[in-house]
């Protein structure tokens, strides 16, 4: 097994939550970047960069680590759909939301700066929104009030019921870190997993 450190570069604590179920010993960092979409950017876009930027800020503070940066964006007909922050703004999104299909791109970056070694992936899910009344929507976000979240719902939680189907390879991918895909990356730099 390798010996060197893994840090999460994140303040997520789904991010955590996954990255624990591997049994890896890691540290946790969250980086300070601005995670704004650049002009004209496109939402999948958008997630490599901020992935790649956010295990970029680790290494420079983690210059013998690993470093793991993830970033989601969803993306409805090609714009991004953000964490909503609030309920009214959470209603609105669902309501935008309802009866379409939004890809979440989920983006990993796998970096270690001090063998200047990278690996990337993109994991995009495709999640159908059942069409949903407004007292659907009231009583979802009342229960479980998902403001931190790109799209507003929780798949892993009672959002599941909001929704008429998913479409991908990774089911964790959708909730924020591509396990699969790390623990190929894992695996592929020595690490024992499991």
Not at 146 to 172: N, Q
Request: proline share 5%.
């Amino acid at each position: 097994m390798a010996t060197t450190s893994i840090v999460l570069a994140s303040g997520s604590k789904y991010r955590k939550s996954l990255l624990k179920r591997l049994g890896i010993p890691f540290k946790v960092w969250a980086p300070d970047v601005d995670e704004n979409p650049l002009a004209g950017e496109l939402p999948r876009n958008t997630a490599v960069r901020l992935a790649r930027v956010k295990a970029e800020a680790g290494g420079r503070q983690f210059t013998t680590s690993w470093i793991i940066g993830s970033d989601q964006v969803a993306d409805l007909d090609g714009r991004a759909i953000g964490k909503p922050g609030n309920l009214e703004n959470a209603r609105r999104q669902l309501r935008e939301l309802s009866g379409h299909t939004v890809l979440f791109h989920t983006a990993l970056c796998f970096w270690n700066p001090r063998i200047e070694r990278r690996h990337e992936r993109l994991v995009t899910t495709d999640v159908a929104f059942r069409r949903l009344s407004e007292a659907e929507i009231d009583r979802y976000l009342e229960q479980e009030g998902a403001f931190d979240v790109a799209g507003s719902a929780k798949s892993e939680g009672l959002g599941i019921s909001l929704l008429s189907r998913l479409g991908g390879d990774d089911p964790t991918a959708l909730v924020g870190l591509p396990l699969i895909a790390l623990s190929s990356m894992l695996r592929a730099e020595g690490f024992d997993v499991p």
